[in-house]
């Protein structure tokens, strides 16, 4: 049957795909020159002076570069945070370094950086899967339940990535302030992250609508259940008259 709220699973898929897009081009960040991609970093900081350090250090997805997102490290998956800088530096702010890392890490910095980057992906795979199972959802309410489902999950780690990222990389910007050094965040890593959180969360929402039927009048204003008493005819004798008794 043709459901009322159809047109929610396309609008679905259509901000899921706006997600993907933005994760995207967080992903693969300082890969190419090419706007956006050379823009987007997490964050940009003075390291002139730190030992093995560019004069301006970019944090990206897979790389640490210099200024414009150029002279970029080689690829690497999750790649410490310290790596901007030789082990055991010099004029390095000393709450960003530790024995993590190569000698260049902190604890916290380390691990925080290690477990966003991950659950980045975790996402991207999530939502891929979403997205997929959204041209279900164009079909009936059960397809609505299965995108919507993945859609959560993805949701759920996206949310988590956001937040750790946003916390690690402001964290580490006001070190570097109090060290006297400039530093500021990725505006388009930033915006593209909770950009596709929101879509993400509009996306999900809509799923989830799409798995409620439609109304009562799905069948043309047809109501459930007997329209009216069938009525049928009873006779019998009383005192040798035949009676009929006609009832509801």
């Given at each position: 049957?043709?459901?009322?709220?159809t047109?929610?699973a396309?609008?679905?898929?259509?901000?899921?795909?706006?997600?993907?897009?933005?994760?995207?081009?967080?992903?693969?960040?300082?890969?190419?020159?090419?706007?956006?991609?050379?823009?987007?970093?997490?964050?940009?900081?003075?390291?002139?002076?730190?030992?093995?350090?560019?004069?301006?250090?970019?944090?990206?997805?897979?790389?640490?570069?210099g200024?414009?997102?150029?002279d970029?490290?080689?690829?690497?998956?999750?790649?410490?945070?310290?790596?901007?800088?030789?082990?055991?530096?010099?004029?390095?702010?000393?709450?960003?370094?530790?024995?993590?890392?190569?000698?260049?890490?902190?604890?916290?910095?380390?691990?925080?950086?290690?477990?966003?980057?991950?659950?980045?992906?975790?996402?991207?795979?999530?939502?891929?899967?979403?997205?997929?199972?959204?041209?279900?959802?164009?079909?009936?309410?059960l397809?609505?339940?299965?995108?919507?489902?993945?859609?959560?999950?993805?949701?759920?780690?996206?949310?988590?990535?956001?937040?750790?990222?946003?916390?690690?990389?402001?964290?580490?910007?006001?070190?570097?302030?109090?060290?006297?050094?400039?530093?500021?965040?990725?505006?388009?890593?930033?915006?593209?992250?909770?950009?596709?959180?929101?879509?993400?969360?509009?996306?999900?929402?809509?799923?989830?609508?799409?798995?409620?039927?439609?109304?009562?009048?799905?069948?043309?204003?047809?109501?459930?259940?007997?329209?009216?008493?069938?009525?049928?005819?009873?006779?019998?004798?009383?005192?040798?008259?035949?009676?009929?008794?006609?009832?509801?």
């Amino acid at each position: 049957m043709a459901r009322a709220n159809t047109y929610l699973a396309p609008l679905s898929l259509i901000f899921l795909a706006g997600s993907l897009v933005m994760l995207f081009f967080i992903i693969l960040s300082a890969v190419t020159t090419t706007s956006p991609l050379r823009q987007t970093y997490f964050l940009s900081a003075d390291t002139s002076g730190i030992t093995g350090a560019r004069p301006i250090t970019q944090w990206a997805y897979f790389y640490i570069c210099g200024e414009g997102n150029l002279d970029c490290s080689r690829a690497w998956p999750a790649p410490p945070l310290g790596w901007a800088w030789s082990g055991n530096p010099s004029n390095a702010p000393e709450a960003l370094v530790g024995t993590h890392g190569g000698d260049t890490t902190g604890f916290y910095y380390y691990y925080m950086w290690r477990f966003g980057w991950v659950f980045y992906l975790i996402t991207l795979v999530f939502s891929v899967f979403a997205f997929f199972a959204g041209f279900v959802a164009c079909c009936g309410r059960l397809g609505s339940a299965i995108a919507g489902l993945t859609a959560l999950v993805a949701l759920f780690f996206h949310t988590i990535a956001t937040s750790m990222m946003t916390a690690v990389f402001v964290r580490m910007r006001n070190v570097f302030i109090a060290s006297g050094r400039t530093a500021s965040l990725g505006r388009y890593a930033f915006g593209f992250s909770w950009g596709s959180w929101t879509a993400l969360l509009i996306a999900t929402i809509l799923f989830c609508i799409g798995i409620r039927g439609g109304d009562g009048n799905t069948y043309g204003g047809r109501r459930w259940g007997r329209q009216r008493s069938v009525r049928s005819r009873r006779s019998y004798d009383l005192n040798g008259r035949r009676v009929k008794d006609e009832y509801a």
